[in-house]
């Protein structure tokens, strides 16, 4: 399984653990958890890469996960794109996004998926998801003291920041996850 991951931190997963980061600071520290975790150097291997431009040969991936990522992408349609690229026939890639409920700015899922070559397996909304970020906003900003005294200024100001930006945005928003599968030659 290939994952992007633009957290400081990836987690080696079950069987294959293999990641494509978007920074070397992340490559680095994901190469050092997975030695922590007891992964096998052979087992695990990190290199740079971007949504739209991950550095896999064609027909690679037996699967992709992409997690709350595409929706910061500039181009999704060439991050479908590489996806489709890169998976094996039959292969399936599931992502997690979300968009305004009230105001869609893209087309739906399967629309995006066909245009790229994709077919749309499922779309599952997650209903729960933004009162679950509405509550952890809210925490943060109540306990803003404590997060600056054990995470340090920086780290709390960009926590402060995302939740008093995106915090609002919540009530209109719609998290879904989406199974894409490149189709059989």
């Known amino acids: 399984m290939i994952g992007w991951d633009g957290a400081p931190v990836a987690h080696p997963c079950a069987g294959s653990p293999l990641g494509a980061l978007?920074?070397?600071?992340?490559?680095g520290l994901a190469a050092g958890r997975a030695r922590q975790l007891g992964?096998?150097?052979e087992r695990a291997e990190f290199f740079q890469g971007s949504l739209?431009?991950?550095?896999?040969?064609s027909r690679y991936a037996d699967g992709l996960?992409?997690?709350d990522a595409i929706g910061f992408a500039r181009d999704r349609r060439a991050v479908l794109e590489e996806s489709r690229r890169v998976l094996k026939p039959g292969a399936r890639a599931v992502l997690t996004s979300g968009r305004n409920r009230t105001r869609p700015v893209l087309p739906p899922w399967k629309e995006q998926a066909a245009g790229t070559g994709l077919i749309l397996d499922a779309e599952e909304e997650r209903q729960h998801e933004p009162a679950m970020w509405q509550r952890l906003y809210q925490l943060w900003i109540e306990h803003e003291a404590e997060l600056r005294a054990q995470l340090g200024n920086d780290q709390a100001d960009s926590m402060l920041t995302e939740a008093r930006t995106r915090g609002p945005a919540l009530a209109?928003?719609?998290a879904v996850t989406v199974a894409l599968r490149r189709?059989?030659?």
Not at 52 to 57: D, F, H, I, K, Q
């Open 39 to 41: 992964v096998p150097p």
């Open 22 to 27: 978007c920074c070397c600071s992340a490559r």
């Open 52 to 57: 739209a431009s991950t550095g896999l040969p």
């Open 172 to 174: 209109g928003r719609q």
């Open 65 to 67: 996960v992409c997690v």
């Open 183 to 185: 189709p059989e030659d």
